[in-house]
């Protein structure tokens, strides 16, 4: 932001005057066009409209967050090139690294919203008990920050799993009632990136996307655009075939581990978690959880961190009784409890006869009651 | 003993029993075919679990072909809990819908009886030829249990396509539980209907001895010996 002649003038000036190659941006359209699923040919497409938008203002909220989200953008795949789509968007505000503040920021915020057509980016939940108390900037709270900033706005983008589902905040108990970007906006195209962080690269093909065709990228039913959480990482694992042949670790640092087989039993959540990490990766294309040898904890599912603990187990566990159980527990309790009760109701039963035959022995003759116990010993027999 | 129904039909001995043709063909047959597809539904459903087996050395495609052996077998035992439904409809009297569910004030005072009888109150078995209304209200939960089942497995089917059929009958799950969760309830049903089982397996063998109405071969043959002025 400081740089403010770098910014000026067409792209390909700016581009020129970052000292990139015309080439070197291409190759990167042609990375977006990849992350956003596209067919190559979008890659110039997402080129030419870079090329000539006009620059749209954003604004970067953080409410109850870790600024997790923020690092992660921060640290785009090759960075000096996505500085350039991040100069795309005006970051007209954002705690974490504008030069501004104070009256001053606020003041530079306010105009941009006044104007309309804007991006908001939120990160972090927002507090909903008491009033919103947990969480005030400048002497208003999260909520009506964000009220404001979504009016007239062409788009929020929910980065993270705070903003997204309520995230770490929200977890059982919720003590400040967080909750999600898009159960408090209304009128404004909402779209959610979870992730614990978003990954970077999630979130700046979103903004080329949105450059590019003036619109936000196909969700699925939570919300998530599908070039990025269309397919479960379980499907897209790069331990799948030692799943597939029943192949897992059974403990940190055996010898399966250390082959590299499949983390299942080791309470991975891939099964259960949509997000594109195992082809898009982290830090800068690295690597990412499951390479490295340590489950997925899907980080990006609605509900998380409640539905997804514990952590190393494969199921979750069912409180109650004081304790947390296990499914397998529960269900075996329940098998040989049957066993038991209908086991004793066959005792029962076989009681109950003996002493009908016995009353009605006494009722007639005391003497025949040894026959009547013989004949019900020998029909028990029978059968 | 000394209830009207015993006045009615306790003094009848075995001999005059007579012999009625109660579980029709279909309803056999669908009743051999759901217990082994439950068996190894069981079977794989508890490796997909927990596979704890041969985890080390070659396993050639071990979880793949029990993930496959899973579905293969849960088509079959989704057409047969459809069909058994469709002939509560048009099979014969014993195995019709109002046998499962007591609506009529008949089979309601029989589910007391039933009730009276399990709870050691009264020891003359309820004077039924089908179901007695307790078990008939039993294997409708247990069809009840068999379709959440149902409903749950195609929506963790559905998870490795989205937009796929399976998606659209059973995606709605979701809203109401987290995957984990979904899964976890799919996971328990096993030990229910493992305990449901046991259960029942004890209530042939009871009532087969009580009765000497010969309920176990039935299911196998299809007749019944009942005391006659049995429903
Ligand atoms: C997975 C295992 C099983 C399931 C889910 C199951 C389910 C059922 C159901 C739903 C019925 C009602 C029949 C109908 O009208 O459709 C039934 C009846 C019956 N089953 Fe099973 N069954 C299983 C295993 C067994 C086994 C192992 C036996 C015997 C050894 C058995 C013996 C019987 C008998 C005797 C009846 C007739 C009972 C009556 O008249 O109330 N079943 N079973
Ligand atoms: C009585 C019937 C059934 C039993 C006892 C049964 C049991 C199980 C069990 C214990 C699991 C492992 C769950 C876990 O711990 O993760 C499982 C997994 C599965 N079942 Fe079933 N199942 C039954 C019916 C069905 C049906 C009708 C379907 C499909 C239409 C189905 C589809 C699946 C699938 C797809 C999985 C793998 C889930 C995953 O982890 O992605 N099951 N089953
Ligand atoms: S490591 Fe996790 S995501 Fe990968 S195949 Fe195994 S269970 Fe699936
Ligand atoms: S691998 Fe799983 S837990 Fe890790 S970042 Fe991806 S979705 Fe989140």
Excluded at chain 1, 305 to 331: E, H, N, S
């Amino acid at each position: 932001m400081g740089a403010t002649d770098l910014a000026e003038g067409t792209l390909l000036d700016r581009l020129d005057r970052y000292g990139i190659s015309r080439r070197r941006f291409l190759t990167y359209c042609s990375g977006l066009a990849a992350t956003l699923a596209l067919p190559p040919r979008y890659a110039k497409v997402i080129a030419q409209a870079l090329e000539t938008q006009q620059k749209p203002a954003l604004i970067w909220l953080e409410f109850q967050d870790c600024a997790g989200n923020t690092e992660s953008f921060l640290r785009a795949r090759n960075p000096a090139v996505a500085d350039i789509v991040l100069d795309l968007v005006s970051v007209d505000y954002h705690e974490t690294i504008m030069a501004a503040a104070g009256h001053q920021a606020e003041a530079s915020k306010e105009a941009t919203i006044a104007a309309g057509g804007h991006l908001v980016v939120v990160e972090g939940s927002i507090p909903t008990k008491d009033g919103g108390v947990y969480c005030t900037i400048a002497g208003k709270t999260a909520r009506q920050h964000l009220e404001e900033a979504a009016e007239g706005a062409a788009a929020v983008i929910a980065v993270g799993s705070c903003s997204s589902y309520g995230g770490i905040p929200a977890a059982s108990p919720n003590p400040t009632g967080a909750r999600s970007a898009e159960s408090l906006v209304s009128g404004v195209p909402v779209i959610n990136l979870p992730g614990c962080p978003a990954n970077a690269d999630n979130i700046t093909a979103t903004l080329a996307h949105f450059l590019t065709f003036g619109a936000l990228p196909a969700t699925d039913g939570e919300g998530r655009p599908l070039f990025a959480y269309g397919k479960r990482i379980h499907d897209n694992c790069e331990r799948r075939a030692h799943f597939d042949a029943g192949q897992f670790v059974e403990e940190w640092g055996d010898d399966a581990h250390r082959k590299g087989w499949c983390l299942y039993r080791m309470g991975c959540k891939g099964p259960s978690t949509f997000h594109n990490c195992g082809s898009q990766r982290w830090n800068e294309g690295t690597n990412w959880p499951i390479g490295i040898g340590h489950g997925c904890v899907g980080c990006s599912e609605p509900g998380f961190w409640d539905t997804m603990t514990p952590f190393y187990d494969r199921l979750p566990r069912a409180a109650g009784f004081g304790v947390q159980t296990t499914a397998d527990r529960i269900g075996v309790g329940v098998a040989v409890g049957t066993a038991a009760l209908f086991g004793a109701h066959g005792v029962g039963k076989y009681v109950q006869r003996r002493r009908a035959a016995a009353g009605e022995a006494k009722a007639t003759v005391a003497a025949a009651e040894a026959d009547a116990g013989q004949e019900l010993d020998s029909e028990l027999e029978e059968n | 003993m000394t209830t009207d129904t015993d006045q009615a039909v306790g003094p009848a001995e075995p001999e005059e029993y007579v012999t009625v043709k109660v579980w029709d063909l279909p309803v056999r047959g669908i009743h051999w075919i759901i217990f082994g597809c439950v068996f190894v539904l069981s079977v794989t459903g508890f490796y997909i679990g927990n596979p704890a087996w041969a985890t080390r050395g070659d396993t050639g495609f071990l979880m793949g072909n029990v993930l496959a052996i899973h579905r293969a077998t849960a088509w079959i035992f989704i057409v047969m809990v459809i069909a058994r439904i469709a002939w509560a409809f048009r099979g014969n009297e014993w195995s019709r819908w109002h046998h499962f569910i007591p609506v009529h004030k008949k089979r309601r005072g029989l589910a007391r009886h039933t009730v009276e009888y399990y709870l050691f109150v009264r020891h003359d078995p309820p004077p039924v030829i089908g179901h007695n209304p307790i078990a008939g209200l039993t294997y409708t939960v247990l069809y009840l249990v068999f379709i959440a089942q149902i409903f749950t497995g195609l929506a963790l089917m559905s998870l490795e396509e989205p937009g796929s059929w399976q998606d659209s009958v059973a995606g709605w799950v979701f809203n109401f539980w987290s995957i984990p969760g979904v899964r976890f309830f799919h996971h328990i049903v096993m030990w229910l209907v493992i305990g449901f089982v046991i259960h029942h397996v004890y209530s042939a063998v009871l009532m087969d001895h009580e009765e000497k109405s010969g309920v176990m071969s039935s299911i196998f043959g299809s007749h019944k010996r009942v005391p006659p002025g049995h429903k």
